[in-house]
């Protein structure tokens, strides 16, 4: 292939990858989504902004320059980096296995999707951050070629950062545990590199070091990447050139699967055949089963850090936010999408009368089953006084019956297939009255019981909160039917969009 060949080829791969969201059947669907996701995105831009030149005015006139308090910061950035990159990258085995039926060699379009990741904009989203307080604090000391050398110099770092997040995204993708491994990587590298001695962190002094090397251009920092880039890319090459046939064939390890008949739900009638659809489906489905993986780290991590330290300890609204969080993060992932998963064989479910009603009495119970999980984390900040026991059993009242209903509502409006053996990243695209009533049962509570604590005291807002919540779990009869009879008036067209989604 002539190198004039394999430039018209790669544009062509680029071109379309650009028009491939434009094909999907949700395309119109999330145009809206797409315009508040670009609004999203400059409302950060923003703040990043403001933050860069905060900072400059906070580490002007300290010891050392403040660039360097930043650069020394370095692996904090790189840390949010890697972390964001789970719902904003894809792993390039998942783009290329709708080329390989095409006379391209799978060694050029791994070279295509690698190099495009290198030189994709989300890495240059944090020089909204960089610009403004590279302007402010290095042309002073560097010139302005000073000032390009330390912009090019992050940009590389989350270049590499990017190679460093494929490589562990793609073991991940085959065992979701390996998640642990980085995290405790990072936990490492920071205690050791920064607090293990913290009048000399030598993590600190070696990125400040690093920096100040591409802002007077020397040839030692430019070096020091490239040894840590290229080895990283070709890794990742050599990883995704398995991952491909993993993801073109489906080979994965079969194990046996012992079936649990769960004869103490028979006698629950459908009600409980439903049930052990839910908890099969949150056994073996990847999609349901990475949901509950995440949401259950995330509560684990947030109680054991307001349980055992005191960051949070001056933070009232903190306080609510975990306790909310903590009870409604499950039913949030899960309920956001409700009846998606059903969309897979939505036609089978039209057959028998009330059928789809029975469903959603099983999902509304399997859902107030799961509030036993953060119930029980909460037993470590009740245990260390941080909550007590009013706030905790308020909490998960409340999402039972007042976060769990306003969920089931989608039940109504959800009319587009989940994948559910796909990864989380191309399972499905959520729609704009999803990420809203999301956000909305996330956060309106956490607003509702500040309020509440704010005018009178924890008490009356756990008293309160409780009251509301038992409401609403004892009428569930009542909005579970008539959700049930929004739904079946628009039965037909939620059946179509399913089927143009699968």
């Known amino acids: 292939m002539t190198l ?7 544009r062509s791969l680029s071109q379309n990858q650009r028009l491939q969201a434009r094909r999907h059947p949700m395309f119109e669907k999330n145009l809206a989504m797409k315009i508040f996701s670009y609004i999203f995105i400059a409302f950060w831009a923003v703040y990043l902004i403001v933050i860069g030149v905060s900072l400059y005015q ?82 002073q000391f560097y010139g302005l070629m000073g000032f390009v050398g330390f912009i090019v110099g992050w940009w590389l770092m989350f270049v590499l950062n990017s190679y460093w997040y494929l490589f562990w995204r793609t073991l991940i993708n085959r065992h979701f545990f390996i998640f642990l491994i980085p995290l405790a990587l990072y936990a490492l590298v920071a205690y050791f590199g920064i607090f293990f001695d913290e009048s000399n962190p030598w993590l600190f002094n070696a990125t400040a070091l690093l920096m100040r090397g591409f802002c007077q251009w020397s040839p030692i920092s430019w070096l020091i990447v490239a040894v840590l880039i290229v080895p990283l890319y070709m890794v990742n090459h050599r990883l995704q ?15 046996q699967v012992k079936t649990r008949n769960m004869e103490f739900l028979d006698r629950f009638g459908v009600i409980g055949e439903y049930l052990k659809l839910e908890i099969k489906s949150t056994m073996r ?71 789809v009603l029975a469903l959603l009495k099983a999902k509304y119970y399997f859902q107030c089953l799961m509030l036993l999980v953060p119930l029980g984390f909460s037993l470590m900040p009740i245990i260390e006084e941080k909550i007590t026991w009013m706030t905790a059993l308020g909490c998960m009242l409340f999402a039972s019956g007042a976060v769990f209903p306003f969920l089931f509502q989608l039940a109504v409006y959800n009319d587009s297939t989940i994948h559910l053996n796909e990864k989380l990243t191309k399972a499905g695209r959520d729609t704009k009255v999803q990420m809203m009533m ?22 009356v807002a756990a008293i309160s909160m409780i009251s509301i919540g038992l409401i609403g779990t004892v009428l569930h009869p009542l909005w579970l039917r008539n959700i049930y009879k929004r739904f079946m008036k628009r039965r037909y067209q939620n059946m179509d969009g399913f089927r143009n989604s699968r």
């Open 285 to 355: 489905n990847l999609v349901v089963r990475k949901q509950f993986l995440t949401g259950t780290l995330c509560m684990l991590m947030l109680c054991g850090l307001f349980s055992f330290t005191d960051v949070y300890d001056g933070m009232p609204f903190m306080r609510i936010f975990i306790c909310i969080y903590c009870f409604t993060c499950l039913g949030v992932m899960t309920l956001t999408t409700i009846l998606c998963a059903e969309g897979n064989y939505i036609d089978g479910l039209m057959v028998r009368k009330e059928t």
């Open 58 to 139: 906070a580490f002007e006139g300290t010891a050392l320059e403040a660039f360097d308090w930043v650069d020394g910061g370095m692996v904090w950035f790189l840390i949010i980096d890697f972390l964001t990159r789970f719902a904003m990258q894809e792993t390039p085995a998942q783009n290329i296995k709708q080329y390989k039926l095409q006379n391209i060699p799978t060694g050029f379009l791994l070279h295509t999707f690698l190099l495009r990741m290198g030189l994709q904009p989300y890495n240059l989203f944090w020089t909204f951050f960089f610009v403004p307080f590279g302007l402010l604090a290095v042309p």
């Open 4 to 10: 004039s060949q394999a430039w018209l080829l790669y």
């Open 241 to 255: 050139k398995t991952a491909i046939y993993v993801e073109i064939a489906k080979t994965e390890v079969v194990r």
């Open 438 to 459: 999301s956000a909305a049962a996330l956060f309106l509570p956490m607003f509702v019981m500040y309020a509440l604590v704010q005018c009178f005291n924890d008490q």
